[in-house]
C-alpha cells in the first residue's frame, strides 16, 4: 500500500490550506485514515481520524479550525485546514489502517509527509 500526500505550502497566519492522500496499491480494504504531524523537537501527534463509517475525531488543538473528510471510492483522505496559526507547522504524514487481503489483518500504512508552515 502506497500512500501519496499532497498539497503542503507556505501560507500566512490565518490562512488556509487542503492536505490530500490517496491510497493506492493492493488494498482490500481500509478501516481508518488520519492525518500526523510532526514539529522539529516534537513527537508525532495525532491531528484527525476519520473511520469507514465517517465518525472523526480531531486533536483539541485543531477542533473547530480543520475538518477531516473521506473518499471511499477513490481511497483519498483530505484535511482543511482553515485560521491557521504558526504552532500547526509541522510536516503532516497520512496514516491508514488497512488489509490488503479477505484473510490478511490490518496492518498500518505511511506517507512520505508534506510541509506545512505557517508564517507570523
Known amino acids: 500500500v502506497q500512500l501519496q500526500a499532497s498539497g503542503g505550502g507556505l501560507v500566512q497566519t490565518g490562512g488556509s490550506l487542503r492536505l490530500s492522500c490517496a491510497a493506492s496499491g493492493s488494498i482490500f480494504s481500509i478501516n481508518a485514515m488520519a492525518w500526523y504531524r510532526q514539529a522539529p523537537g516534537k513527537q508525532r501527534e495525532l491531528v484527525a481520524r476519520?473511520?469507514?463509517?465517517?465518525?472523526?475525531n480531531y486533536a483539541d488543538s485543531v477542533k473547530g479550525r480543520f475538518t477531516i473528510s473521506r473518499d471511499n471510492a477513490k481511497n483519498t483522505v483530505y484535511l482543511q485546514m482553515n485560521s491557521l496559526k504558526p504552532e500547526d507547522t509541522a510536516v503532516y504524514y497520512c496514516n491508514c489502517n488497512a488489509a490488503r487481503a479477505a484473510w490478511s489483518t490490518r496492518n498500518d500504512y505511511w506517507g512520505q509527509g508534506t510541509q506545512v508552515t505557517v508564517s507570523s
Open positions: 476519520i473511520i469507514s463509517g465517517g465518525s472523526t
